[in-house]
Nanobody, 126 residues
Framework: VQLQASGGGSVQAGGSLRLSCAASGRTFSTHATGWFRQAPGKEREFVAGIIWSGYRTYYADSVKGRFTISRDNAKNTVYLQMNSLKSEDTAVYYC????????????????????WGQGTQVTVSS
């Protein structure tokens, strides 16, 4: 599976962005997908995840109520809609695909994800 993240940019606080993660490979639709982010000088952290079917999602507390993850398996794409952005959301955002097929829950650790995209920069100015 190869992943390509896009949609990052610069916005003012309170604004919105939608990130996309396009995947190649027939197995993408059977694997959970997650978004992580890494700010300068900080560890890469889990942001949101969605299981292979799209019926279960999970969010970090810091983004709950502001971000929405979704997927379109027909297009091999996962989205992250980010609303009410804050300066602390500034980071490089990475999408990743789970290494286990048809997992019933959303994995939240980096070690669970075997496939990673290249990252897209999100900058929020206050």
């Amino acid at each position: 599976v190869q992943l390509q993240a896009s949609g990052g940019g610069s916005v003012q606080a309170g604004g919105s962005l939608r990130l996309s993660c396009a995947a190649s490979g027939r197995t993408f639709s059977t694997h959970a997908t997650g978004w992580f982010r890494q700010a300068p000088g900080k560890e890469r952290e889990f942001v949101a995840g969605i299981i292979w079917s799209g019926y279960r999602t999970y969010y970090a507390d810091s983004v709950k109520g502001r971000f929405t993850i979704s997927r379109d398996n027909a297009k091999n794409t996962v989205y992250l809609q980010m609303n009410s952005l804050k300066s602390e959301d500034t980071a490089v955002y990475y999408c990743a695909a789970d290494g286990v097929a048809r997992r019933a829950s959303v994995p939240v650790t980096r070690a669970s994800y075997d496939y990673w995209g290249q990252g897209t920069q999100v900058t929020v100015s206050s």
